[in-house]
């Protein structure tokens, strides 16, 4: 029986042709039947795709095997079978949409003056000696089912509003303390990371491979609490059958994890709502509904 996996993945560093590597990355892709999300940037590469685990596991020994890309980040889950119902592969000027790309500085090894990048194991350690303040990387909608204990969680509702947020002065109190972002799978504090140093941040880390790979290490017995919003048909997963509930329904409060878009097919609003209220979500009754990047 085919076994299905979803492969999130990727690589800062400088691409001579990005319409080269899409236009590979597409025939790769469609050759070995898988479906998902990947954008390609002078700066690199970001997607998710899915498929029978054979053919996913084809996919990643053949992107690594170019040059450029043998480091790249990768962490695995599991998938449904109809996880993606298509296959998209983009170039953009940007692979994390902040609407910064002359800001951020890329070459060979990845960003330049992102912060100090921390393993889980790494992260547990420096929490036990200093006083840590978490700083979500992620639209404001995904922590509301999951986030780390005590995170402080900008209100963004896509990566492009983060550079106004962060030039507020709302988080200056923050600069002279040790300050870890986090998001889905790394990518958006890599650049998000960089952008704090830039603005005279003086503390920052990052937690490598995000929350995606801390569950994988910790599972529900660490820092963590609740679920992970993911990009997918799935829209969000656990860790283990521990997990907490933090999600409320927007229509009656209950606990849940269950997300959705919108009922109107020409909305891209992302609302956490319990299977019993599922199937009348509408954003217009809920003030705090907000739009997707999909980044």
């Keep these: 029986m085919a076994v299905p996996k979803i492969l999130l993945f990727y690589q800062f560093t400088p691409l001579a042709d990005p319409e080269a590597i899409r236009l590979w990355q597409r025939d790769l892709c469609e050759s070995l039947g898988l ?5 390609i940037s002078p700066d690199g590469i970001n997607g998710t795709v899915g498929g029978e ?5 084809r996919y990643l020994r053949k992107t690594r095997e170019y040059a450029p890309f043998s480091e790249m980040d990768a962490k695995w889950s599991e998938g449904n079978g109809d996880d993606f119902p298509r296959l998209s592969v983009r170039v953009r000027d940007e692979i994390v949409s902040f609407g910064a790309p002359g800001e951020l500085k890329v070459n060979e090894n990845g960003v330049v003056g992102g912060g100090t990048k921390l393993s889980p ?9 200093e006083d840590v303040v978490f700083f979500d990387g992620r ?25 106004a947020e962060l030039d507020s002065g709302r988080y200056d109190h923050l600069k002279d303390k040790p300050v870890v972002t986090y998001c889905t799978g790394g990518i958006r504090c890599e650049v998000l990371s960089s952008l704090m140093i830039n603005r005279g941040f003086e ?3 990052q937690l490598d491979g995000g929350i995606a790979r801390y569950g994988e290490t910790y599972g529900d017995n660490g820092l963590w ?12 997963m ?7 509930v933090i999600g409320r329904c927007y ?25 019993e209220h599922a199937s009348t979500t509408a954003c217009a009754e809920h003030p705090l509904g907000v739009v997707s990047d999909r980044a």
């Excluded at 639209?139 to 983060?162: C, H, K, L, M, W």
């Excluded at 609490?225 to 969000?236: A, I, W």
């Design 53 to 57: 685990l054979t053919n996913v596991k």
């Design 203 to 205: 503390k920052v880390y």
């Design 35 to 39: 479906g998902g999300r990947i954008l």
């Design 139 to 163: 639209n404001s909608f995904e922590a509301e089912i999951g986030r780390f204990t005590d995170a402080v969680v900008p209100q963004v509702s896509n990566t492009r509003e983060f550079v």
């Design 225 to 236: 609490q609740g679920s992970l919003y993911v990009f997918d048909n799935r829209m969000s």
């Design 121 to 129: 194991e790494q992260l547990h350690e420096l929490v036990e000696r």
């Design 251 to 275: 229509r009656c409060d209950s606990p849940t994890n269950h997300m959705q878009n919108c009922s109107d097919l020409g909305c891209r609003v992302q609302l956490v709502v319990c299977e």
């Design 238 to 244: 656990d860790f283990s059958d521990k997990a907490t």
